[in-house]
């Protein structure tokens, strides 16, 4: 594929300052681009590097004065429009064979909808209804009376149990499980534990898209849902009656214990860890390895263990670090003040 930098501010709607016959035939990030390339400049720690690129071009925010030798294309948001250029240099999707593969197997009461694919070793269960244009890769396993909206691209290995709903366009990447049983037992005196059945299921919304090995749990009763838009990342491990709003943002190694609620458009960073039965309001944001003990207010910005409001979390950590300073000065100040007891004696 290749563009005009005039072709890709007119597709922006967005001027630019410099050569605009030049041809781009490729994109990369600033610190990899070769001539030819289109980059961009989204975070500002990553600055120095656009005196340095050998891009031809890149996408810089409107605020941007810095020169360079690349033809500079400002818009409102270089990160949302290298997004939308790249999908003209991404290559062509590959287009799943429409049908059972002959090495699938399938109960005799399932439902397909239109131009459904169904890989090789895939297993459909008795009761699965699939809709139209959905895609289940090799190897996919689809539980009793389960039921998936239109337009889903299962990858390898996705395993879904039986009773659970997924929505339309939805994605789930390899070897996400979905509706494993909740992690619940009774204990006796003695400390021996009891399986408590989990009886309940999960709901996926809308246009949710879930990383590889992403594990959701059934609820004990009712539903683990996931809200619409969702976006969940590798690794992410939610329990039993959770309830996730739409439109969040779990990343990697996220771990949320059974019952919590997570309101719209919360974000949640890397490894953040949640205790059991609390509120993470809407609009909330908890920073990377957070430990939540206790509950979150809408649109609050939390971090540390125990996470707490982030600018008093910054000013422990920072105490924290003056600790061998301090302890260093109060074995002074004991010598000095044994060295005084000892001349007053």
Do not use: W
Request: some cysteine; hydrophobic content about 40%; aromatic content about 6%.
């Amino acid at each position: 594929m290749n563009l005009t930098i005039s072709q890709i501010a007119e597709e922006l709607g967005v001027p630019f300052t410099g050569d605009g016959g030049l041809s781009i035939t490729g994109i990369a990030g600033l610190r990899d681009a070769q001539e030819g390339d289109l980059s961009f400049l989204a975070n500002a720690r990553y600055a120095l590097d656009i005196t340095e690129t050998k891009a031809s071009a890149v996408l810089v925010g409107k605020e941007h004065d810095q020169p360079c030798k690349p033809v500079l294309i400002k818009v409102e948001d270089p990160d949302a429009a290298f997004a939308q250029i790249a999908l003209y240099f991404a290559p062509l999707p590959i287009t799943p064979d429409v049908g059972v593969h002959p090495k699938a197997i399938v109960s005799e009461d399932f439902e397909l909808g239109n131009r459904v694919s169904i890989g090789p070793y895939c297993v459909l269960e008795s009761g699965v209804k699939v809709g139209d244009g959905t895609v289940l890769s090799a190897g996919s396993y689809i539980g009793h009376n389960t039921h998936i909206g239109k337009n889903c691209f299962f990858y390898p290995h996705v395993s879904i149990r039986e009773n659970v709903e997924i929505g339309h366009r939805v994605i789930i990447h390899n070897g996400t499980v979905i509706g494993s049983d909740g992690f619940g037992y009774t204990v006796d005196k003695k400390g021996v534990r009891t399986k408590i059945p989990q009886l309940g299921s999960v709901k996926v919304e809308d246009d949710v898209e879930m990383g590889a090995n992403v594990t959701i749990d059934r609820a004990r009763f009712g539903k683990t849902s996931i809200g619409c838009g969702t976006k969940i990342d590798n690794l992410v491990q939610i329990a039993h009656n959770v309830v996730i709003g739409e439109h969040v943002v779990l990343c990697a190694q996220v771990g949320i214990s059974g019952s919590v609620t997570i309101g719209d458009y919360a974000i949640l960073g890397g490894q953040v860890g949640c205790a059991g039965h609390l509120e993470i309001g809407e609009g909330a944001m908890i920073g990377a390895q957070s430990g939540v003990t206790k509950s979150v207010a809408p649109k609050t910005f939390v971090s540390g263990y125990p996470a707490m409001e982030h600018a008093k979390a910054t000013r422990m950590h920072a105490h924290q670090m003056r600790i061998p300073i301090l302890k260093s000065k109060v074995k002074s100040l004991e010598k000095r003040l044994q060295e005084l007891e000892d001349k007053a004696n």
